[in-house]
């Protein structure tokens, strides 16, 4: 059993400088996420969602404030945290099993790894593919592959940086529900960056709604309806208007808008 502890974001500052230009991207984040707990993070495009959480897995710093697990300075390159991408990132020339253990620190399995590897493979339904490479799977399973990746070295924390994005809708809809499956098995906190209302609704016990860059925590609202959830539910339906009000408030449409 994982020993889950709070992810905390104190303060979270950071800016970018492009040719001396300086462009502020997160203002004053400031938030807690309790150990099992699933946030979604939601935006307008280019508030700085992203930035976010390669701040936390430690691809860049902030330029001002401190990220915590269980009260201490997360370290850089740690197993604490794992993340998977929009694009499942895998080494093509690798087996789905090699691609998943690529990052383990011992390159000889003991029993007790290649057990874990397996038990990986079966909590994301890849188990009769040990052996097929990247080129030989859909873009679902290639990153079903990388969930189980991201999940091999027990992370406290799995980030999630819009993994479904490149997916078809029916395919969608059904990572969302094998994430939840593997959420609740798993026992990860995770923080999930998507663009889609619904899916942010469907999985999380909170939704954090992103201002306009320089991005603040504009809103957070939380989901309070029993899982499994029902997309076609009433309680669903009025928490979907209400976060598209907080979102569409934050971008210039194009066009009128009413829900
Ligand atoms: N390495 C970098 N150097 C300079 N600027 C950067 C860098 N990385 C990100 N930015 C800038 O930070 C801002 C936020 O980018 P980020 O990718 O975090 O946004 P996002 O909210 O994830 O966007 P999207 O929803 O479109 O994916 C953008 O203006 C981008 O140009």
Same mark, same amino acid.
């Given at each position: 059993m994982k020993n889950l502890e709070q992810l905390s974001l104190h303060n979270i500052n950071k800016s970018f400088f492009i040719n001396n230009k300086k462009i502020d991207v997160l203002k004053d984040i400031n938030l807690d996420v309790t150990p099992g707990e699933f946030v979604s993070i939601i935006g307008p495009s280019g508030c700085g969602k992203s930035t976010l959480l390669r701040l936390i897995i430690g691809l860049s710093h902030q330029t001002i404030g401190s990220i915590l697990l269980g009260g201490r300075e997360l370290q850089e390159s740690t197993h604490e945290v794992g993340i998977v991408f929009q #694009? %499942? !990132? =895998?080494?093509?020339? =690798? %087996?789905v099993y090699k691609n998943i253990t690529? $990052?383990? #620190? @011992? #390159?000889?399995?003991s029993q007790k790894d290649q057990a874990d590897v397996k038990e990986h493979l079966h909590l994301v339904g890849l188990e009769n593919f *040990?052996? +097929?490479? /990247?080129?030989?799977?859909s873009g679902g399973m290639q990153q079903r592959v990388s969930i189980a990746r991201a999940l091999i070295s027990h992370p406290k924390v799995l980030l999630l940086d819009e /993994?479904? $994005? +490149? =997916?078809d809708a029916i395919t969608r809809i059904y990572m969302q529900q094998e994430i939840t499956r593997i959420w609740q098995t798993e026992k990860s906190t995770i923080l999930l960056v998507t663009h889609d209302i619904d899916e942010a609704i469907f999985l999380s016990d909170r939704v954090i709604v992103m201002s306009h860059r320089? *991005?603040?925590?504009k809103n957070i609202i939380s989901v309070d309806l029993p899982r499994p !959830?029902? !997309? @076609?539910s009433y309680d669903f339906l009025l928490l979907r208007k209400k976060i598209y009000k907080e979102f569409f408030n934050e971008i210039e449409m194009p066009f009128s808008f009413s829900i």
């Open positions: #694009e %499942s !990132r =895998l080494f093509p020339w =690798l %087996s690529f $990052g383990l #620190e @011992n #390159e000889h399995l *040990a052996d +097929a490479y /990247p080129s030989q799977l /993994p479904f $994005g +490149a =997916l320089p *991005a603040t925590i !959830r029902d !997309r @076609n």
